[in-house]
């Protein structure tokens, strides 16, 4: 994709290859704003980068720098017929992406497909390698021969993503949790591998003997191929659930196009695709049709459900003149829009962008882990040299300096700290799936631990997301189930969500004659002989209805509140009047209050950030407790809302439901989508949430603490197991089972502490 500015610069899209964590993001970043005139923004979750560069720089350059930083890319074609299509191009063979075409199941997606094989393969090579490794009663002539065999292609192939993140974290002067894990294996093969050949590693009928204590009295005989193993096995095993939930988070911009029309019907009654629709072409929206493009009405009344944009569930009424958005859908009548927007014009597609940019925004943060790799391996590095130097300066032999060495870098083999984050987070996550929370992966639980601040949205979030009838007031001649008959009576046939909640609270009943619907005004139909109106308040003073004053105040009460709907009927000879009102309301759930109030326990401030009206949303505040509301906020308004939060130094999370909250739970450091809601939130969202109940964010909050907290701990243990058995390395007194006894339990210890997690409530 390639786009120009009126400042002669231009925006391209890039699709990177190889990234694989927070280092690789800033890496790619930092390359890229080394060229000059560039600016960069890079997304994980979608491997892309979005690019502004000047007119004379030539887009290969910006591809240059990125494999100059050990990453592939290129440059995304132009996407508008793809965006107006909402589907990839495949016309251009491999080397074709649309839109959104660099958006794919996980499982589809090459690099996926490769970690997932590199699991499945290393996984069976390596549980006879450890088991004999760890097991000398299983030892039998040849069996450490056998194990250098299966375990070659496990260091060299299954643990390549490992290694070649090492290199390209070298070439920058940076160390992180795959320094670490290079290091370690490589250590332990090479060393293995030396003793196998050139040492007494390889006499047929040795076994290591179980000795935990004492010195070494020939290194030259110990091989650590099990080390190898279990290390890339695990680590592939949690890279590999890290990557399906890290790509999910690209999906929520293909399901946002997805909500546009993939045809158009024209004023001649044909069909065409969508991507054959231009700016001022008129098209026809039929009733209960999804508007195709932004427009502007021509022809024609109707009642439009906006809330894709607004998250309400109350439609809007338009009449010619009035501005339409694609991807609304019009509840009633027939209208002929005029197009305004299309394709990546479109308002659709502009809030599709606004996630991506709020995804490339989204402040990365580095593993706990890569943190204290950093420090962690620099030391261990010094502590080897040192070790290999000392023993020189005291006149041993050098093999033996470098046998001492070599045990230094092996002891400091991340086996356990290699567990301590994933082993916690799949506890973590799973004990989460159990209660309904559905959460992405370390970083998501990273977020939910510092949040200070929980922005929520109304409808659908804290309500039930469908309007019901709140209350029935009518005039002292009229019985109020009597009037919710007659009314249910006209409105039966209708498909407007006023309509049904009428029908929903009367059950079944008679069905009207001659009904008669007004787009956006009301309803006319006779039951048993009597003329039944409803609609607006406006639509009884087009029937010449009389409204008297009890009535009239409730109309006013109700509008503050929700909607109102009003009707009426004459008897008789007498003028037709209003007898009952009727106030419609999005209902609270049963549980936000306790939510609400649980949150503010936890010690974080609560915001309400809605669509709606500011009446309705004061009341709903006041019900539940909410101090600070923020009303009639469209799509970009709540994204802007959550940056201002963050500028002032909050760490925000964010609960909706709706497409008009997607790229708002993008920029939010923690994203929280309900489970009932559009899928375009859900994958926006960093947590989705099963169950619509907001009891459940609060339990996400305190899972999420309690897990960030378990990991701190295996971190520290597996440390402190690694850091213990340093000095003995260093002096030469570890022996192959001490070091296999001291992985074991620090390995078992970290999966032990993680298991409490299941009992979490």
Not at 363 to 385: C, E, G, H, K
Request: with cysteine.
């Amino acid at each position: 994709m390639d786009q120009h500015d009126p400042n002669g610069r231009r925006t391209a899209v890039l699709d990177i290859e190889g990234m694989t964590c927070a280092s690789c993001v800033a890496r790619v970043e930092k390359r890229l704003r080394a060229v000059d005139g560039v600016d960069a923004a890079v997304n994980l979750a979608t491997e892309s980068a979005r690019v502004t560069f000047p007119d004379d720089l030539d887009a290969d350059a910006l591809v240059a720098a990125v494999r100059g930083a050990g990453y592939d890319a290129r440059v995304r074609r132009d996407e508008r017929a793809a965006h107006a299509a909402s589907a990839p191009d495949h016309s251009h063979g491999a080397e074709g992406h649309g839109a959104e075409g660099h958006v794919h199941d996980t499982e589809d997606r090459p690099g996926a497909t490769s970690l997932r094989t590199r699991l499945i393969v290393s996984a069976v090579l390596g549980l006879p390698v450890v088991v004999l490794g760890m097991v000398p009663a299983l030892q039998f002539a040849g069996w450490q021969w056998v194990s250098f065999v299966l375990v070659t292609p496990i260091l060299f192939w299954g643990g390549w993503p490992f290694h070649r993140a090492t290199v390209a974290n070298a070439r920058h002067g940076a160390a992180t949790m795959d320094t670490l894990i290079t290091l370690g294996t490589v250590a332990a093969y090479l060393w293995s591998t030396w003793a196998l050949f050139f040492g007494n590693a390889g006499e047929l009928g040795l076994r290591h003997d179980v000795v935990l204590f004492g010195p070494v009295h020939d290194a030259t005989a110990l091989v650590y191929f099990e080390v190898v193993a279990a290390v890339t096995v695990f680590l592939l095993l949690g890279r590999f659930v890290e990557q399906r939930a890290t790509r999910r988070a690209g999906s929520a911009l293909r399901s946002l196009l997805e909500l546009g029309a993939k045809t158009v019907e024209l004023p001649d009654g044909t069909t065409v695709p969508i991507e054959h629709l231009a700016a001022d072409d008129l098209f026809v929206v039929r009733p209960g049709g999804t508007i195709a493009a932004d427009g502007t009405v021509m022809e024609g009344t109707a009642s439009v459900d906006e809330s894709m944009l607004t998250g309400e569930s109350v439609p809007v009424d338009v009449v010619p003149g009035d501005a339409v958005t694609g991807g609304t859908i019009s509840a009633d009548g027939r209208l002929v829009v005029r197009a305004t927007s299309v394709g990546s014009e479109s308002r659709l597609a502009r809030i599709a962008r606004l996630v991506e940019d709020a995804q490339l925004g989204k402040s990365r943060v580095q593993r706990l882990a890569d943190r204290v790799s950093a420090i962690f391996v620099p030391i261990v590095i010094v502590l080897a040299v040192a070790t290999l130097g000392v023993w020189m300066l005291a006149g041993q032999p050098l093999s033996a300096g470098f046998t001492a060495a070599v045990a230094v870098l092996i002891i400091a083999c991340p086996c356990a700290l290699g567990l301590a984050t994933p082993i916690a987070v799949l506890v973590g996550t799973g004990r989460a799936a159990q209660l309904g929370i559905l959460v992405t992966g370390p970083e998501a639980l990273e977020s939910a631990e510092k949040i200070d601040t929980v922005v929520l949205d109304k409808t659908g979030t804290l309500t039930e997301g469908r309007m019901t009838v709140a209350s029935v007031v009518t005039d002292e001649a009229t019985d109020a189930a009597q009037a919710l008959a007659l009314v249910a009576a006209v409105e039966r046939g209708s498909e407007h969500p006023v309509a049904r909640a009428i029908v929903a609270a009367a059950g079944d009943g008679p069905v009207a004659d001659d009904v008669r619907s007004l787009a956006g005004r009301g309803v006319i139909g006779t039951v048993d002989g009597v003329a039944v109106f409803a609609g607006r308040p406006a639509f009884a003073a087009e029937q010449g209805a009389e409204l008297s004053p009890t009535l009239a105040d409730a109309v006013a009460a109700g509008e503050r509140r929700g909607t109102v709907v009003v009707a009426g009927w004459a008897l008789g000879e007498e003028r037709p009047r209003v007898r009952a009102v009727f106030e419609i309301a999005d209902t609270v759930r049963a549980e936000s209050a306790g939510a609400v109030a649980d949150l503010r326990g936890l010690g974080l401030d609560v915001v309400l950030l809605t669509g709606d009206n500011a009446g309705v949303a004061e009341a709903v505040a006041q019900e539940l407790g909410i101090g600070t509301v923020r009303a009639g906020v469209l799509p970009e308004g709540k994204l802007a809302e959550i940056e201002r939060l963050q500028a002032e130094g909050r760490v925000v999370a964010m609960v909706g439901d709706g497409v008009n909250d997607a790229a708002a739970l993008a920029a939010a450091d923690l994203g929280i989508a309900m489970g009932g809601g559009a899928d375009a939130a859900m994958h926006a969202g960093d947590v989705t949430l099963v169950r619509s109940d907001p009891r459940a964010i609060v339990t996400a909050v305190r899972l999420s603490r309690r897990t960030m907290g378990v990991i701190r701990g295996n971190l520290f243990w597996a440390f402190a197991y690694n850091v213990a058995a340093l000095p003995l390395a260093a002096l030469g007194l570890l022996n192959p089972m001490l070091a296999g006894a001291a992985m074991a339990f620090s390995s078992v210890f970290v999966v032990l502490n993680s298991l409490r997690l299941r009992r979490a409530r």
